[in-house]
């Protein structure tokens, strides 16, 4: 029996309700996945990240390989026992961090070298040494290397990017090697060409992966022009192999994501956006340092069940945020991430009930503008 699988257990449209199996857990799908960049979801207790309903997180290669050193990790018991979370943890890649946060980066075949953002030593990544990083890390889904190339850019470079990408994902494949009960997904690339898009699912089919990701989105493209994309590209791979839509997103993206075949999403919005007082709600966005809300005695949200909206009011997280009290990050960012899993949890269960199409339509209806 492999030690790890996908199910696909019920559909609705081109919505899909799955189960992801590895030997550290099962991942229900369509699933978010909350962002641990330095070996911590900022402001969370592992504990408090699973109360949530998250049956995975994500780790950062980038961040982990220059502090404290993925060896170092490996020394100390790999990145489930460092952090205190045994569930599935999955890493990315890390070229897409580099090219956001590195400096003096320098891109060839090889891979890309740059200097730390933390005390500009210097460094190297290629598809190689990605691989062998997620391995000391010892997470249980490892992302391919690749190149995502910063939108608008012409056709020609997201032509050779694309291809590029395609050879660094047959080398992650070789170096990867044979893991059982790990996972290696391949990143789709092609920017917003179709033709493209389709060049590198067939090149990522030909090498073969136990789950595909598309890459290359919410770079700066807009909504719609993602939603166009995902109008085709997730059917260009292949069917029984779980999809993961990179660095997505606001609530509304999420929902459109999944009513167009997406099973993960990851992204940091929930949590960076909590510690900044951006409070993600059913009926809409609340920025809680907003003055209107300083007298106001009502939870965040009536209907939500998460410590912050049963024990607090408006007025107290306003009052803690003004006054730059700890509490208040590790509040918004807990009732976010909860939010999250109650909007997965929602369509996961609409799926399994055939009603996709109502949960969607309640999902906007209930949406005010702006600040609620
Ligand atoms: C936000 N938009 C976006 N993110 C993308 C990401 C990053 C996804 N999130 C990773 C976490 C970020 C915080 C630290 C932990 C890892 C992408 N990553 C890769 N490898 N390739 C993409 O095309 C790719 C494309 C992406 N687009
Ligand atoms: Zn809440």
Not at 53 to 71: F, K, Q, S, V
Not at 109 to 133: A, C, N, Q, W, Y
Not at 303 to 321: D, K
Request: aromatic share 6%; charged share 25%; proline share 5%.
């Amino acid at each position: 029996m492999a030690q790890t699988s996908f199910e696909l257990t019920a559909r609705d449209g081109r919505a899909r309700r799955g189960v992801i199996r590895t030997p550290r857990g099962e991942i229900r799908t369509p699933a978010f996945m909350p962002v641990g960049t330095a070996a911590t979801v900022k402001g969370m207790m592992p504990e408090s990240v699973a109360a949530t309903g998250a049956d995975i997180l994500l780790g950062n290669t980038y961040h982990l390989m220059l502090r404290p050193g993925a060896e170092r990790v490996a020394r100390l018991g790999g990145l489930h026992k460092f952090m205190n979370w045994e569930k599935p943890i999955l890493t990315d890649s890390g070229g897409f961090q580099v090219m956001s946060l590195a400096e003096l980066r320098k891109l060839t075949e090889e891979g890309v070298s740059f200097r730390s953002h933390i005390d500009g030593s210097k460094h190297m990544l290629t598809p190689e040494r990605s691989m062998e990083i997620q391995k000391l890390l010892g997470s249980d889904i490892v992302m391919a290397f690749d190149e995502c190339p910063a939108l608008p850019a012409d056709r020609d470079r997201i032509t050779q990017s694309m291809r590029l990408s395609m050879r660094w994902a047959a080398r992650s494949r070789e170096a990867f090697g044979d893991r059982p009960g790990h996972m290696l997904f391949g990143i789709q690339q092609g920017g917003l060409e179709e033709d493209l898009r389709g060049e590198s699912a067939e090149a990522l089919k030909a090498i073969g992966f136990d789950g595909y990701a598309v890459g290359g989105l919410a770079v700066g493209e807009g909504q719609e022009a993602m939603f166009s994309c995902l109008d085709y590209a997730p059917d260009m791979l292949p069917e029984d192999k779980p999809r993961y839509l990179m660095g997505v997103g606001k609530p509304d993206d999420i929902v459109g994501a999944v009513k167009r075949g997406i099973d993960m999403m990851d992204c940091v919005l929930p949590s960076r956006s909590g510690r900044t007082g951006q409070a993600w709600t059913r009926r809409g966005q609340v920025n809680i340092k907003n003055a209107r809300h300083a007298d106001d005695p009502r939870p965040l949200d009536e209907n939500c069940t998460c410590p912050a909206c049963r024990g607090y009011s408006r007025a107290y997280l306003h009052h803690v945020f003004r006054a730059g009290e700890m509490i208040s990050g590790m509040l918004l960012t807990w009732h976010n991430l909860h939010y999250y899993q109650e909007l997965m949890q929602g369509m996961r269960s609409a799926i399994e009930a055939g009603d996709f199409a109502g949960f969607e339509a309640d999902f906007h209806a209930k949406r005010a503008e702006g600040d609620i």
